[in-house]
């Protein structure tokens, strides 16, 4: 957080303002329910990255999860991550979701 010096003063930048926590998009697809009601989806710029629930909100749960470790393991390794560019277009019936994800 800034601190500030004199009542008037501007507020002083720290390492911290200078370095923001990384965002990444997570590009989702998710399939319409199936015979027994599961939703399954998967993330369209991240390959291997798949889940399947009850509720939209279970799936996005999952995914938003392995795509935090998938990209913040290669984050910590100094690794590029391996996005799909470009990502995967969503099939008949599907529909997209884009969620911003912090490390």
Same mark, same amino acid.
């Given at each position: 957080?800034?601190?500030? *010096? &004199?009542?008037?003063? /501007?507020?002083? #930048?720290?390492? $911290?303002d200078?370095?923001? @926590?990384?965002?990444?998009?997570?590009?989702?697809?998710?399939?319409?329910?199936?015979?027994?009601?599961?939703i399954?989806?998967?993330?369209?710029?991240?390959?291997?990255?798949?889940?399947?629930?009850? *509720? &939209?909100r279970?799936? /996005?749960?999952? #995914?938003?999860? $392995?795509?935090?470790?998938? @990209?913040?393991?290669?984050?910590?390794?100094?690794?590029?991550?391996?996005?799909?560019?470009?990502?995967?277009?969503?099939?008949?019936?599907?529909?997209?979701?884009?969620?911003?994800?912090?490390?």
């Open positions: 957080m800034s601190e500030m *010096t &004199e009542s008037n003063d /501007l507020p002083v #930048l720290t390492p $911290q200078l370095n923001p @926590v990384p965002v990444f998009n997570c590009h989702v697809i998710l399939g319409p329910p199936d015979h027994r009601g599961m399954a989806g998967r993330t369209a710029n991240l390959p291997n990255i798949s889940a399947q629930g009850a *509720t &939209e279970d799936v /996005l749960t999952s #995914l938003m999860k $392995q795509f935090k470790e998938t @990209v913040s393991d290669c984050h910590q390794r100094g690794e590029d991550v391996p996005f799909v560019d470009p990502p995967e277009p969503a099939g008949d019936g599907e529909v997209e979701r884009f969620i911003p994800v912090h490390l």
